[in-house]
């Protein structure tokens, strides 16, 4: 029996509190930079749990769930044609849910290595740059104006 990725995901931006962002190459693309991602383990698993899971899966970081920003917004986005194959036969789309969570710069990161090669951390804009994702370039933009945008 085949088991299909679940079309629903959490996209999670880690920041330093000097408004840089941790980001990830992926180890099956190289030259692909991204946040955290991941799909659902299962229909009905929490999404913060999903996004604590996927911090820790993907970095060694423990996340609390009541230190994980849920920003009540998600995005759908065409799944790439080269990763569809992961998906039910007929799904072309998926949802991301949006978190961010504050951590230390010297936060201990141990990567997963069958995800990831290396990481880094950029400011905001280099950050968004970098990613080869509109979604997450996109949140990174937002988290720019939700966290360090000047009061006025």
């Not at 009540?72 to 036969?89: D, V």
Request: glycine fraction near 4%; include cysteine; hydrophobic fraction near 45%.
């Amino acid at each position: 029996m085949t088991v299909y990725k679940i079309p629903i995901s959490v996209l999670v931006i880690l920041y330093s509190s000097d408004a840089e962002v941790l980001l990830l190459e992926r180890a099956d693309h190289p030259g692909f930079w991204q946040s955290v991602t991941g799909s659902l383990d299962a229909e009905d698993e929490p999404l913060v749990e999903a996004a604590c899971r996927e911090v820790f899966e993907e970095t060694g970081l423990a996340i609390a769930p009541a230190d994980m920003e849920d920003w009540s917004f998600s995005q759908n986005y065409e799944i790439f044609a080269h990763w569809r194959h992961r998906y039910a036969p007929g799904v072309t789309e998926n949802t991301e849910h949006v978190f961010s969570a504050a951590i230390a710069r010297a936060s201990d990161v141990r990567l997963s290595p069958r995800e990831h090669l290396r990481w880094k951390w950029l400011g905001l804009e280099d950050a968004a740059e970098a990613c080869f994702s509109w979604t997450n370039a996109k949140a990174i933009q937002e988290l720019g104006r939700r966290r360090f945008a000047p009061s006025v």
